[in-house]
């Protein structure tokens, strides 16, 4: 990413502070008409910036990246790899938008890193002090729905921090009624 790409970023985040929709602007189209790469016709070009903020462990350009991949609303399967390796990665702050498309794109495949996720302490205590990562996580894993994921739920229902203990066995039990209340096939 260029210092270009980097402001252009900057201003688009100030253009969109207090902005509720749930479209690019006109505004947003023309700063990033500017970007080094046109990210309107190919938004799937975000994947190959987080994978080089990844590599150079850019924390800024993470969050960056991530902003934009927001308000494009850029986000989807292709998107997994890289949010697994960002997932535990110790050096930036982005760990609960991480959680979130987790829970948004429901892959099963996600399920240990959201597992992972959950269990983390990084540097910034902001998460374990108010326990908003794991409870996104559990969001996220109620959300996927697989029978991992329920078993992953039961692991950290079991946990020694009574908050987080609290928080997972409610969408556990939720979880647990809803497979429960799934008709069983009738063979004939």
């Known amino acids: 990413m260029t210092d270009q790409d980097r402001a252009i970023i900057k201003q688009l985040y100030r253009c969109t502070i207090g902005d509720d929709s749930s479209h690019v602007t006109m505004q947003q189209r023309e700063l990033l008409k500017n970007f080094s790469v046109d990210l309107l016709k190919n938004p799937n070009e975000l994947i190959r910036l987080l994978e080089t903020a990844y590599e150079e462990k850019n924390s ?37 938008d991480i959680a979130s498309l987790f ?26 002090f108010y326990q908003t990562l794991p409870i996104k996580c559990t969001w996220a894993l109620r959300d996927i729905g697989t029978p991992e994921a329920v ?16 928080e997972f066995v409610l969408p556990l039990i939720e979880l647990v009624r809803q497979l429960s209340s799934i008709p069983k096939p009738q063979f004939a």
């Open 151 to 166: 078993e992953k739920l039961r692991l950290l229902a079991q946990h020694d921090n009574e908050i987080i203990r609290t």
């Open 103 to 128: 829970q948004m794109l429901r892959a099963p495949e996600t399920v240990e890193h959201v597992y992972q996720l959950a269990l983390s302490r990084f540097p910034c205590d902001y998460y374990y």
């Open 60 to 96: 800024s350009d993470v969050e960056g990246v991530m902003f934009i991949g927001f308000v494009l609303d850029a986000y989807n399967h292709e998107y997994i790899d890289i949010l697994c390796k960002l997932s535990l990665a110790d050096w930036h702050i982005k760990h609960e």
